[in-house]
């Protein structure tokens, strides 16, 4: 059948080409439209790859070249064009080629007076135009000036010419260099007068796809920085909004309002940077540089993306997806592990920062029997991650048997109690998920403060010999009582009275503590103030908040707000209120103040706009020139006069905040169970200690057969906070550590299998001075992993090292993981590394099929998806990218050959999946996907092939006690130990057939074609209705998609 299809196609395409009889060309014409009407685009798609377009085309060029030309050949043969034109993506170029663009031209020209003829040749000309530089072409030889003569004046004749002459219009102007040749001739003007016109005779908005296409050409015209200038020139802005105004409610005129608001932002006129100089307000000299670089001025440029220049460009060349393009396809790149980037003395020097493989231990006493548990009751020894029983825990007055009740609670409520029960969202009413139970006592009792409270009076003491020079900036009205604030030898009297007066104790948190360690944070431009809540210590929000919702219209409401000003500028102060690059400029009074010069403080710039409007810019802009950045604007309502506000954009986490909750972390645990061990990894470029913590527990005695357990324990390893301003990721990193040092029997069973090696803070520079991503010599530390230094990256050089030292001494970590907090995506995630994946998402040419893969990267982000409520597989990839060849992960996987390595992202927003669902994340929520990572890691070794008996059956026993709350996933992991076949392989199925790849469907590009179609077939509805068509649009027929 197809067969007999192809050949009867072939013939008749060749009898079309070389016949010349009228009666023949007419048959056959008649015979291929009636094949196409009823075909699909599979049939046009065939008759493409016969030379179906090519026969067509030749077929026009002769008949339009004779003397009379034969308009009942040519109407059906311009449908025949359009129609297969419209799927043949190299038709432009075929119709330059066999110089139908020109007998086109001409035709049109002729028929100008003639609707019907003008009709077909202006839909013929629309899908030669599809190929823009068969657009550019057409606009050589005039077809815009043609255009204009059958669109201009306004008239409501003819409007189905009218219609086909904007759409090629359109069409047109999307070549750069046709809008170039429209705003020289002054189109722009032009068709804001068209729009006036239509806009006013239109009332019953009979015309919306017209006037939608009249914008359209204004909107290619504006891509251009000659056509905004243009634009603006002719009161276009004022045009455009004051029409706009009364449509705004009319749903049918919804996609003309769409339209203007994307000219009237593509024309709002930029707004520069409000700064003198790219580079940051404060100034760090970095080692090893001599010549400080003069501060890079700020001009125009940096402002203008001028896109004038750029050549006209086929869209099916740009096809190619960007995303793909970056993946990297060399084989010997991917697979093939470089040599020590170091020479293998230096890696000595990690010896001492792993004492636990070297210590013998010696004063624990040889009793194997001895009962660990029975002491170290003194110590807070738990994770606080609310569970079920927690909130008892944490509000109750504590009576004397408090610490017994709460070891018991402990135990109870363990982790495993919080594992999310199945996928099943909770309903919307009860928006709470496991763990989630708010608090119900503002003034929570602290557990980690308790511990501690011993060393109080001695660091005060400490702080009242030594002369205190940090204030605290805190609310004006708490310190009324106090009017000696704000001299500093009294500061800690203040604060004293302060905390007294307001008691509030948050686990693991010490504000005296903080103060000592204030002390001994150096930041580049020497803060002397203290962020008030920062010292006070942060307490999760009462209960889980949900996500906003996006108000319907609110992007329209902004940016007609802008534009009314941009307009009617009267109202704007435009008045510097705030600048840390000229500090003199801070003296406006009768408005708001404000401050920066606090610890992670980032505001350089305030500017008040209007009387409640105010504009702000971050400490460290630089960026990258031409680069245009978008407004946040947020209005906040203060609900105290004289009241100190903290705006930030996520819940900030300091340096001074970490180094705080180290030392209480390491007072809490008991010595005789846990090994916790804080140094220094190295120092900073700013002189900061960047910390490196060692969890794992005691050996049971220093016996060879316990000591020799301790040191075959396989490492871990974490890190975090590399991107300074992802403290997300800082807050999952909080709960990983407590949960580590926590009494609950999955951290012990970690702790006794694992030796944990984590730096919460890769770049404590970058957190202290209020970088967004950089560190203090302006780099992205995240992309200095391939060849860090250690002058200028000390902190991943010898994260790098110590790495590197443990892979030498043959303990490589089973999993290395990097958190970090997404902006754009929500849930939790986790990025790895797969050499087949990224092969097969490039389709590379090299059968990945021939390249054998570990696939146990997939297997912890699967566990993880199982257990952790924010966390979800579905947004996870395991691609490697060749942008990404310098990050952590991808350096660790490949020279360090972790095949585990991975980036785990936390959102900054919150939940769309899981119990969580519509929740946004607040730090508990955070905490507590560090706690789930640290089980993940526990589930993980249960599966693997290389599980000790004796952690397995001391696993099941604990996992089967919560039977209740574990899935059958984990009950899965002891039968098949039980069975001998090794877990890990065997629940991993083959990797091609497993993973679910969407390769790209080669989706038709039909919708935006349609239209025409749809206009064609429209045509042939009403043709027999006479010449004077004044069909409105759609009459009677289902809009198209
Ligand atoms: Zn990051």
New binding site residues.
């Given amino acids: 059948m197809a067969e007999q299809e192809a050949t009867g196609l072939q013939v008749l395409l060749r009898t079309l080409q070389s016949c010349s009889d009228r009666e023949s060309i007419l048959t056959i014409l008649q015979v291929l439209g009636d094949l196409l009407s009823v075909g699909t685009d599979r049939r046009i798609r065939y008759m493409i790859s016969k030379g179906g377009s090519e026969a067509l085309l030749q077929t026009l060029v002769d008949t339009a070249r004779t003397a009379a030309p034969d308009y009942d050949i040519l109407l059906p043969l311009f449908r025949l064009l359009a129609k297969v034109g419209l799927r043949d993506k190299k038709f432009g170029q075929k119709a330059l080629e066999l110089e139908a663009l020109d007998v086109t031209l001409i035709l049109t020209r002729k028929n100008l007076s003639h609707s019907q003829n003008l009709l077909h040749c202006l839909w013929a000309l629309r899908v030669f135009a599809s190929s823009v530089t068969t657009g550019a072409m057409l606009g050589i030889n005039g077809a815009m000036e043609l255009l204009f003569k059958v669109i201009t004046p306004y008239t409501q004749k003819h409007t189905r010419v009218i219609r086909a002459a904007t759409d090629l219009l359109a069409a047109l102007l999307k070549s750069k260099s046709n809008s170039r040749r429209a705003v020289n001739r002054g189109y722009v003007t032009s068709l804001l007068r068209l729009h006036q016109d239509w806009h006013q005779h239109d009332t019953a908005g009979a015309y919306v796809p017209i006037r939608r296409v009249l914008l359209l050409c204004l909107k290619h015209i504006a891509a251009l920085r000659s056509g905004r200038e243009a634009f603006l020139a002719a009161q276009g802005m004022e045009i455009l909004f004051s029409t706009t105004q009364k449509c705004l409610d009319d749903k049918s005129l919804g996609p003309i309002v769409s339209v203007v608001l994307q000219i009237l932002r593509q024309c709002y006129p930029k707004c520069p940077l409000p700064l003198v100089t790219a580079s940051s307000a404060y100034v760090f000299p970095v080692p090893g540089t001599t010549t400080s670089e003069p501060p890079r001025v700020l001009t125009e440029e940096d402002f203008e993306d001028d896109g004038d220049e750029e050549e006209d460009k086929d869209a099916d060349s740009e096809d190619v997806k960007e995303e793909d393009d970056d993946l990297e396809t060399d084989v010997n790149k991917l697979s093939s592990r470089p040599a020590l980037d170091r020479p293998e003395e230096e890696l000595l020097q990690y010896e001492a920062m792993c004492l636990e493989l070297s210590c013998s231990f010696e004063e624990l006493e040889s009793k194997p029997g001895d009962d660990l548990n029975s002491g170290g009751t003194q110590y807070a020894n738990h994770h606080h991650i609310p569970t079920e029983a927690s909130p008892k825990q944490h509000c109750s007055n504590k009576d004397q048997n408090s610490w017994e009740q709460e070891r018991e609670d402990t135990v109870q409520t363990s982790l495993l109690s919080m594992v999310k029960k199945g996928r099943s969202p909770v309903q919307r009413a009860s928006k709470k998920g496991p763990g989630m139970r708010p608090c119900q006592n503002a003034q929570c009792s602290g557990l980690g403060m308790d511990s501690s409270g011993s060393e109080i009076p001695d660091i005060q003491a400490f702080l009242k010999e030594d002369a205190w020079d940090i204030d605290m900036i805190s609310c004006p009205a708490m310190n009324a009582s106090f009017p000696s604030f704000t001299k500093s030898r009294e500061t800690v009297e203040v604060i004293d009275k302060l905390l007294q007066t307001h008691p509030r104790h948050i686990p693991f948190h010490d504000p005296y503590l903080y103060l000592a360690k204030a002390r001994r944070t150096k930041s580049v431009a020497d803060f002397k103030m203290m962020a008030f809540p920062d010292l006070w210590g942060h307490c999760p929000p009462p209960s889980p908040q949900p996500l906003l919702e996006r108000k319907c219209g609110i992007q329209r409401i902004k940016i007609f707000e802008d534009v009314q000003r941009f307009i009617q500028p009267s109202d704007v102060i435009n008045q510097v209120v705030f600048s840390l690059d000229e500090p003199w400029q801070d003296t406006a009074s009768n408005c708001l103040r404000f401050s920066s010069k606090f610890e992670s403080g980032n505001l350089r710039k305030a500017i008040q706009v209007r009387e409640n409007h105010y504009r702000q810019s971050a400490a460290v802009a630089g960026g990258a020139p031409r680069t245009c950045y978008y407004t946040l604007t947020f209005a906040v309502t203060f609900p105290h006069s004289e009241d100190v506000c903290y705006l930030a954009y996520h819940y900030p986490y300091t340096y001074t905040t970490l180094m705080t909750h180290l030392d209480i972390l390491e007072k809490s645990v008991n010595p005789k169970q846990v090994y916790f061990r804080q140094e220094v990894l190295c120092q900073t470029l700013g002189g900061n200690s960047c910390p490196l913590v060692t969890i794992t527990a005691m050996p049971e005695s220093d016996s060879t057969d316990h000591l020799e357990q301790f040191r075959q324990r396989p490492y871990q390893m974490i890190t975090a906070r590399?991107?300074p301003?992802?403290s997300n990721?800082s807050w999952v990193m909080k709960g990983t550590l407590e949960f580590l040092v926590s009494s609950d029997p999955v951290a012990r069973l970690l702790r006794e299998n694992f030796i944990f090696k984590i730096i919460p803070m890769l770049n404590p520079d970058g957190v202290i001075n209020g970088n967004h991503?950089c560190s203090l010599r302006g780099e992205d530390l995240?992309r200095q992993w391939l060849s860090p230094g250690a002058p200028l990256q000390p902190t991943i050089y010898h994260a790098k090292g110590l790495l590197s030292y443990l892979s030498s001494t043959g303990h490589s970590p089973v999993v290395f993981c990097d958190f970090?907090?997404?902006s754009q995506k929500k849930n939790v995630f986790l990025y790895g590394c797969s050499i087949k994946e990224t092969l097969w998402q490039a389709q590379s040419s090299v059968g990945s099929s021939a390249i054998l893969e570990d696939v146990s990267y997939r297997t912890l982000p699967k566990i993880l998806d199982k257990l952790a409520p924010a966390f979800t597989m579905s947004s996870c990839s395991f691609l490697v990218e060749k942008s990404r060849a310098s990050t952590a992960r991808v350096v660790v996987w490949r020279e360090l050959g972790v095949s585990r390595s991975y980036?785990m992202?936390s959102s900054y927003c919150g939940c769309n999946q899981g119990p969580y669902q519509g929740l946004q994340f607040g730090t508990r929520e955070l905490e507590e996907m560090g706690a789930m990572f640290c089980l993940g890691l526990l589930i993980l070794e249960l599966k693997s092939v290389t599980c000790s008996r004796q952690l397995l059956s001391r696993a099941v026993a604990l996992l089967n006690a919560e039977e209740d709350t574990l899935d059958l996933h984990l009950q899965r992991c002891s039968s098949s130990s039980s069975s001998g076949v090794p877990s890990e392989l065997d629940d991993e199925p083959p990797c091609m057939e497993e993973i679910e790849y969407s390769p790209d469907s080669s989706s038709d590009q039909e919708g935006s074609f349609s239209e025409l179609d749809r206009q064609i077939q429209e045509w042939a509805f009403h043709k027999d209705e006479g010449q004077e068509d004044e069909e409105g649009p759609g009459q009677g027929r289902k809009a198209t998609p």
Avoid: D, F, I, S
């Fill in positions: 590399v991107h301003g992802e990721a991503r995240n970090h907090g997404h980036t992202e």
